[in-house]
């Protein structure tokens, strides 16, 4: 079910109306958990155990880890979480790329070894609840929470539908003390609530699937007939159809989330007005790189231990980062690229600081390049295989003429860099403040002309394909 579809929507507001004619606070979570179930059910019913086997197993362990008196125990019992949730993550997500791995090495000692067919079906979200539930015992291990939470707010917080496929990441003191409170109809939470969902689909189904999408598509399905113009063209479009995407995603959530009288931590600070890597990194999907940061870089030292200690915690997490986002070395050498960038960077003690003018030309010139490498990098995130990486590459760096495979490629090209030049003028506009601000400070009826622009152009602009979200793959 997206929530780009008239099933979510019909689906929503059924669930907003209901939710708010209850008079209770286990009854309004009873029917979120219930309404979240139905949500995930809509992409496959039979995951929907593998969830409930997620939720309960670190509930009772995380009871333990509280109850036990020794600390030994207690790490045993987080073992067991971190066991059972990453080795499920692992099956799912990485059992055939690591079978096809091991053939492959295999192959190069002269062992010519066929493993039996292997069809691993991919659970939509399952990156995103296991880093929430493993994020909880975790904290529960770590003394942060004192007392077990309720089994009904325990299910809810791994499953609430807004987020449970492809986030925010959401911790959960921040989630779990909002479910004390009976939710009552208010016209300003909904109101808002519905402004960021109707500008997170805008942001989806018109900016990135139809002004964006369809010429990174023409341009990586055919990488060798792509002239230098439009394969730079498609590398910045790229970069504005991953971010509308997912950041309208979030939007949506947050949204949802929102007029269910429910807050979201924000996912997106105008990410392409970083002005360093690490920069960069506080600002894109921040509830993943804040979660990497607490609950892999810092255990593994941080920059508590020397500068040595410092590179290898960074090259580390962001390979590891890399691979969350998928079973394939792509992912990985993406990852690596941003481990690289973020040591040089420290190497060259380029670290971000608030202490020279947002206004700043040097600024606004390395927030340019660093826009350009971070462009360049998402090539790895899209192409299909490794011969597309190379042949972008080629043409991005060996000048070739025009393209032939698209239509009106002067046009095409022109449109792109005027959005591309538009959203990046946007993002250092707003680096140091928020969407919901800037909105905020519209006057009424300029709200109202948004929202009715942006619904018509949901209505009238889109065209008519679903497009699955970019981030549901992980």
Same mark, same amino acid.
């Given at each position: 079910?997206?929530?780009?579809?008239?099933?979510?929507?019909?689906?929503?507001?059924?669930?907003?109306?209901?939710?708010?004619?209850?008079?209770?606070?286990?009854? &309004?979570?009873?029917?979120?958990?219930?309404?979240?179930?139905?949500?995930?059910?809509?992409? !496959?019913?039979?995951?929907?155990?593998?969830?409930?086997?997620?939720?309960?197993?670190?509930?009772?362990?995380?009871?333990?880890?509280?109850?036990?008196?020794?600390?030994?125990?207690?790490?045993?019992? #987080?073992?067991?979480?971190?066991?059972?949730?990453?080795?499920? @993550?692992?099956?799912?997500?990485?059992?055939? +790329?690591?079978?096809?791995?091991?053939?492959?090495?295999?192959?190069?000692?002269?062992?010519? %070894?066929?493993?039996?067919?292997?069809?691993?079906?991919?659970?939509?979200?399952?990156?995103?609840?296991?880093?929430?539930?493993?994020? %909880?015992?975790?904290?529960?291990?770590?003394?942060?929470?004192?007392?077990?939470?309720?089994?009904?707010?325990?299910?809810? %917080?791994?499953?609430?539908?807004?987020?449970?496929?492809?986030?925010?990441?959401?911790?959960?003191?921040?989630?779990?003390? &909002?479910?004390?409170?009976?939710?009552?109809?208010?016209?300003?939470?909904?109101?808002?609530?519905?402004?960021?969902?109707?500008?997170?689909?805008?942001?989806?189904?018109?900016?990135?699937?139809?002004?964006?999408?369809?010429?990174?598509?023409?341009?990586?399905?055919?990488?060798?007939?792509?002239?230098?113009?439009?394969?730079?063209?498609?590398?910045?479009?790229?970069?504005?159809?991953?971010?509308?995407?997912?950041?309208?995603?979030?939007?949506?959530?947050?949204?949802?989330?929102?007029?269910?009288?429910?807050?979201?931590?924000?996912?997106?600070?105008?990410?392409?007005?970083?002005?360093?890597?690490?920069?960069?990194?506080?600002?894109?999907?921040?509830?993943?790189?804040?979660?990497?940061?607490?609950?892999?870089?810092?255990? =593994?030292?941080?920059?508590? !231990?020397?500068?040595?200690?410092?590179?290898?915690?960074?090259?580390?997490?962001?390979?590891?980062?890399? =691979?969350?986002?998928?079973?394939?070395? &792509?992912?990985?050498?993406?990852?690596?690229?941003?481990?690289?960038?973020?040591?040089?960077?420290?190497?060259?003690?380029?670290?971000?600081? !608030?202490?020279?003018?947002?206004?700043?030309?040097?600024?606004?010139?390395?927030?340019?390049?660093?826009?350009? @490498?971070?462009?360049?990098?998402?090539?790895?995130?899209?192409?299909?295989?490794?011969?597309?990486?190379?042949?972008?590459?080629?043409?991005?760096?060996?000048?070739?003429?025009?393209?032939?495979?698209? %239509?009106?490629?002067?046009?095409?090209?022109?449109?792109? +860099?005027? =959005?591309?030049? #538009?959203?990046?003028?946007?993002?250092?506009?707003?680096?140091?403040?928020?969407?919901?601000?800037?909105?905020?400070?519209?006057?009424?009826?300029?709200?109202?002309?948004?929202?009715?622009?942006?619904?018509?152009?949901?209505?009238?602009?889109?065209?008519?394909?679903?497009?699955?979200?970019?981030?549901?793959?992980?």
């Amino acid at each position: 079910m997206q929530f780009d579809s008239i099933t979510f929507i019909v689906f929503f507001i059924s669930v907003l109306t209901l939710y708010y004619v209850l008079r209770s606070v286990r009854q &309004q979570k009873s029917l979120l958990l219930f309404a979240s179930i139905v949500f995930y059910a809509a992409w !496959n019913p039979y995951f929907i155990f593998l969830i409930a086997f997620s939720t309960l197993l670190d509930w009772q362990l995380a009871k333990k880890i509280i109850f036990s008196n020794k600390q030994k125990t207690k790490r045993n019992w #987080l073992l067991l979480s971190l066991t059972s949730n990453l080795g499920l @993550l692992g099956y799912f997500k990485y059992g055939e +790329f690591l079978l096809q791995n091991f053939q492959k090495n295999l192959l190069l000692t002269g062992v010519n %070894y066929q493993a039996p067919a292997v069809d691993i079906i991919l659970p939509i979200g399952i990156s995103f609840y296991t880093f929430q539930t493993l994020s %909880y015992t975790i904290d529960v291990y770590r003394g942060k929470i004192k007392e077990p939470a309720p089994l009904l707010d325990f299910a809810l %917080y791994v499953s609430f539908f807004p987020q449970l496929v492809a986030g925010p990441i959401v911790r959960s003191n921040y989630f779990l003390p &909002q479910c004390h409170d009976l939710k009552r109809f208010d016209t300003w939470h909904i109101g808002w609530g519905i402004f960021l969902l109707v500008s997170g689909l805008f942001a989806k189904v018109v900016l990135s699937d139809v002004l964006l999408a369809p010429f990174v598509d023409a341009v990586y399905q055919q990488p060798f007939k792509v002239g230098t113009v439009e394969a730079w063209a498609a590398v910045f479009a790229f970069s504005g159809q991953v971010f509308f995407d997912f950041s309208g995603y979030s939007l949506c959530a947050i949204g949802a989330a929102f007029s269910l009288g429910f807050s979201l931590p924000r996912n997106f600070n105008s990410p392409y007005a970083a002005i360093s890597f690490s920069d960069f990194w506080r600002r894109w999907h921040i509830s993943l790189s804040s979660w990497l940061r607490d609950y892999l870089y810092i255990p =593994l030292g941080g920059s508590r !231990n020397g500068e040595l200690r410092t590179y290898l915690s960074l090259s580390i997490t962001m390979l590891l980062g890399g =691979l969350w986002h998928g079973a394939s070395w &792509q992912f990985v050498i993406w990852g690596a690229l941003h481990g690289c960038y973020l040591v040089i960077e420290r190497l060259l003690g380029f670290i971000y600081s !608030n202490k020279t003018p947002s206004g700043d030309l040097y600024q606004l010139t390395v927030a340019v390049l660093i826009f350009v @490498l971070v462009s360049i990098t998402w090539i790895f995130f899209r192409a299909e295989d490794m011969t597309a990486v190379s042949a972008i590459f080629q043409a991005l760096f060996h000048y070739q003429g025009n393209s032939i495979i698209i %239509y009106d490629v002067s046009s095409k090209v022109l449109q792109i +860099f005027i =959005l591309i030049s #538009l959203l990046f003028s946007f993002h250092w506009y707003s680096r140091n403040t928020s969407f919901l601000q800037i909105v905020e400070s519209f006057p009424g009826w300029l709200k109202a002309v948004c929202l009715i622009f942006m619904m018509l152009g949901i209505t009238l602009i889109s065209s008519g394909d679903e497009r699955a979200f970019i981030y549901f793959q992980f």
